[in-house]
Structures are given as structure tokens and as C-alpha cells.
């Protein structure tokens, strides 16, 4: 039975119903005054945990703008769209996960897209097992292998919170007015408009060669991809678009965006296999 929560009297924080490696709630005081004071519409093609979109929204800065957020993660976008059309039954069916959460029951449903009829699960079967292995996996690591399948390992935690109901319904109020769908981070050519704000928070380039273990997609985002993403910022940028766009801070990066405006900020890292490659990194912002 679904119970309703009111959520009126609630904190007006919005902020992630999902962790997400890269994810930027701890560089938003670094990245907001980097901002666009005025901008038009929002546009948002690498979604992850979309910390930026739910920052923007809290501080009512994305009121009465259109926002479009996409990826070209079909299963992020469905548990998006999911939590924006049904939150309740969303939460409900969480619920059932958590009460049957073990390290058996994790890789049960692990398993669950090695198998033929995988797609016949309806959108909110599928948006509960991302958003359930997404909060019982190891750090919150979205990792599939070449065949697409999901494949990091049960995390270490006592009393994951699985059905994190008002976290999950003030998601879905700020994404009533979103336009979410899948798509590669191109096709916002398409639709950026001078003066709107777009940000590109793309899979890093690798600082070094076993950094690939963090990508979220079986498609590395190398050169080549670095190279086509250059060539959408410069179009959007000459375009009159506001363009920002997170990376990692190497030789690389910095050199294929030296005529734009780059900026250091300070991120701690939290995937390493050695402990000693934790801690503070540098990363850049860029915009035009």
C-alpha cells in the first residue's frame, strides 16, 4: 500500500537520490560563482547524479526555465524518469528491496540483465534495481563490462539507506517541469539556444592508464570522444550559448581548451585501489 508523504514543511534542499562517482556536490561552492549570473534555459547532457541541476533548482535559480537533462545511460534516465512520474510506488518498491537486502539477494539481482527476458521487466522494476545496487554497491560505482553488464561488487555497509523517501520525492518535484531523455551529449546542438547555460560533465579523461576502472559506460571516453566534445563546447560557445564543462587536470585537457577559460578547483577522490591515491586532486572547470 503506497503511503503519502507530505513533503510541504519539508527542507526545500534538492539535492541526488543517487551517489555517483565524479559526482559534484562537494565542488558546488567552487562551481556555482563560476556561473553565468543570467542565463536562459538550463541544459544538463552528461546527467550522472545531476548535483548542479538540484543545486540550481533548491536556490531557485532554474525557476521558470526549461531544463533538459540527458544521458546516454538509459538505465540512469529511466530511475530519472521514474522518480519524476511515480515516486510513491518508487518508494514502496524500495521498500520490499530493503527488507530482503543481503549479499545474496545483491547479486540476485545483479545478475538480473544476464538474463534473456530482462527486458520484459516494466520501468519501475528496472528503475528499483539501479537505484537499489546504486546504494549497495561498492561506493556507489556505476560500472558495466564490454557486454554492458553491471558488474562492481557488493559494498560494506551496515544500513544502506534504500528507500530514501524525502530525498526521492523532492527529487521528482524539482524534475516536473525537466525534459529527460536518452541521448548522446551531441544532439544538445540541437537544441541550445544562445544565452542558455549548458554544463558537460563528461567520464574525466584518465589521468593515468588504470583510471578506466571508474567509467560508468563499456564506450572510454578517450581522445577521440574528448576530441568530438571539444568540438561541440567551441560550436556552442560560438553560437552565443553559455558553455561549462568539468574535467580532469591534465596536459591533454588543458591544451585542447587553451582558448577558453580554465579554472583549478580543489575535489577529493574517492576511487583508488590503494588508499594512498585518495584524498585532494586538482580538476578543471571551463567555460567561455
Known sequence: ??????????????QPFIKWVGGKRGLLEQILPLLPKNFKDYHEPFLGGGALFFELYS????KDKNIYLSDINAELINAYSVVKNSPYELIDSLKEYKAKHSKEFYYQIRELDRLDNYNTLSNLEKATRFIYLNKTCF???YRVNK??????????????NIADEYTLLNASKALQ???????PFEDVLNYAKKDDLVYFDPPYYPLNETSNFTSYDSNC??????????QVFSKLSKDGVNVVLS???TVFIKELYKNFDINIVNANRFINSKSSGRGKINEVLIKN
Open 59 to 62: 536556490k531557485g535559480l532554474l
Open 139 to 141: 561506493n556507489g560505482l
Open 221 to 230: 571516453f578517450l581522445e577521440d570522444k574528448q576530441r568530438e566534445l571539444y
Open 177 to 183: 517541469n525537466a525534459t529527460i531523455n536518452v541521448q
Open 1 to 14: 500500500m503506497t503511503v503519502k508523504i507530505d513533503i510541504r514543511n519539508q527542507s526545500k534542499s534538492f
Open 147 to 160: 557486454k554492458g553488464y553491471f558488474n562492481t561488487p557488493i559494498g560494506s555497509y551496515k544500513n544502506p
Open 247 to 249: 574535467n580532469s587536470d
